[in-house]
């Protein structure tokens, strides 16, 4: 990001990391000031906005005030530990519990001196169907940009909290998008690294093989220092190298039993692979081993199956405490044989393989995330469309690291979005690409008002 | 297993997703294995079994 944009963003109140390191650097802000900031914003729009589920703004001035990513306050999806605070999951079936210990990627993020503000809003345990029930122990999250819109899930309040300053990052987790589809609602960065690099553990279970931890931020800059900072990568300094000579395979088509994505996606798409032509990427039209319908169908299967498993005892015992979106994706994943769910994992296993094959040629894949814009909360079947009708779950079978961006609004002011992937292991490639993005554009000086 | 109150719904649900399930290719060679579901980062420890969350 350039030194105009920093300074941009300072100035319009609305801070990246990257400015608030830079400021606070300088002595024009300190780390009490970036806090007090966030936690006024909280005071303001929470009510309105309900992103934040268990505000802990004492734990956060208590905070260690060294390290990293001293001064840049955080908050994470309640279905991961703290200790101290609630771990309620957005479920009646967890009530009143209180984390002993924290999680790992909590304690990895203590060490980078981050203020923790809370925990963020969450579909019940990181999971659901896509459809709004307003039937969970706290109200459904708002999208800054439109209140009577989603804001993406299952991470429900990171992309809203990020998005309008509540925090600088957040930090949630995905199966088949729940990283990446409220970045996509909120106009953030959402990003998937590869398979066990950052800890799921502590965190709830949705699947057994498919749940990854993800930070959200406002810019591609702001993950690569989130990512650098907990992780000692070079994120940052790598994302910087610029797209020219990257080898960008553009998949368009979500294939068989898919909507192709709404028209002013599409288009902010084609304008966006034109920034990137122009910067040197070497594009290329590509197809998937198999295309995202097929992966969608068998994310579903495996998903829902394991899901099941995962909360067998307690929708045998208390399906009455469960919200409708929940309890119908258990009822579903009960229903799966055992036939069906290693189908569904020979599929995976194929297109895992022919994916490693597929990285010879290229170095990232660019496509769409979901193919919609962000829904009316609660109309269905806007809402369930838009979580279900995707291009996220070829990521989440192979474990490929992904990240997804803004590529500009809608005429009505709604974010778009387009995700880049990558093989294991190459995450520089795709900070590059949304990096090169991102100094080439300027939809980072725009904010939910 | 399911609560009968629940039955017709759940009936329902899961022909929807074998439905889906159908869809899948099946046409690999007998030798081809499936996925290990095993969880890259799991949430319970393999050295004590301790569930790691509260």
């Not at chain 1, 880049?420 to 690409?433: K, S, V, Y």
Request: net charge neutral.
């Amino acid at each position: 990001m350039t030194d105009h944009m920093h300074a941009f963003c300072m100035q319009s109140g609305y801070p990246t990391i990257a400015s608030a390191l830079a400021a606070m650097a300088q002595g024009r802000v300190t780390a009490a000031d970036m806090l007090e900031a966030c936690l006024t914003r909280i005071t303001a729009l929470n009510g309105t906005l309900h992103a934040v589920h268990h505000l802990d703004a004492a734990g956060a001035r208590a905070s260690r005030d060294a390290g990293a990513l001293a001064g840049i306050p955080w908050g994470i999806k309640d279905n991961f530990d703290v200790a101290g605070l609630p771990c309620s999951a957005n479920s009646r079936l967890r009530a009143g519990r209180i984390a002993a210990k924290d999680a790992p990627i909590v304690s990895i993020l203590r060490q980078t001196g981050a203020p923790l503000i809370g925990k963020l809003a969450t579909w019940e345990y990181g999971t659901g169907t896509g459809a709004e029930h307003f039937d969970l122990p706290n109200p459904p999250a708002r999208n800054p940009w439109d209140t009577a819109r989603f804001t993406g899930g299952s991470s429900t309040g990171a992309g809203v909290a990020v998005a309008t300053g509540m925090t600088l990052f957040a930090i949630g987790s995905d199966t088949t998008g729940s990283v990446r589809l409220p970045a996509a609602a909120t106009g953030c960065c959402g990003v998937l690294m590869t398979p066990g690099v950052l800890p799921m553990a502590g965190g709830l279970p949705n699947t057994y093989s498919m749940d990854r931890p993800g930070p959200i931020t406002w810019t591609a800059e702001d993950a690569a220092i989130v990512l650098d900072a907990m992780l000692g990568t070079q994120l940052r300094a790598a994302g910087s190298a610029g797209a020219k000579g990257l080898r960008v395979a553009v998949v368009r088509d979500p294939g068989p039993g898919l909507p192709a994505a709404q028209a002013e996606l599409a288009a902010a798409f084609e304008a966006g692979l034109g920034v990137l032509s122009r910067l040197g990427a070497r594009i290329t039209d590509a197809k998937l081993p198999w295309p995202a319908s097929t992966c969608l169908d068998a994310a579903r299967v495996i998903g829902a199956a394991e899901s099941a498993s995962i909360h067998e005892e307690e929708l045998r015992k208390s399906p009455e405490l469960m919200g409708a979106a929940l309890r119908d994706k258990l009822f579903a994943g009960m229903g799966i044989s055992a036939v069906d769910y290693l189908a569904a994992q020979r599929l995976r296993r194929a297109f895992t393989e022919a994916m490693e094959r597929f990285w010879d040629a290229h170095d990232v894949v660019l496509c769409f995330g979901t193919l919609h814009l962000p829904p009316r909360l609660g109309v269905e079947p806007e809402s369930s469309n838009y979580t279900m009708e995707t291009m996220l779950t070829p990521a989440s079978l192979a474990g490929l690291p992904a990240l997804v961006q803004c590529t500009g609004f809608s005429d009505g002011g709604l974010p778009l979005h387009w995700q880049i992937m990558t093989r294991q292991g190459n995450e520089a490639a795709m900070f590059r690409t949304a990096m090169a993005f991102e100094g080439a554009t300027d939809w980072h000086s725009r904010r939910p008002t | 297993m399911i609560p009968p109150q629940y039955a017709a719904r759940a009936a329902e649900l899961a022909k929807g997703i074998s439905a889906i399930a159908a869809r899948l290719p099946r046409d690999w060679p007998k030798e081809h294995p499936p996925a290990n579901p095993a969880c890259e980062a799991s949430t319970v420890s393999a050295k004590t079994g301790e569930q790691k969350y509260g």
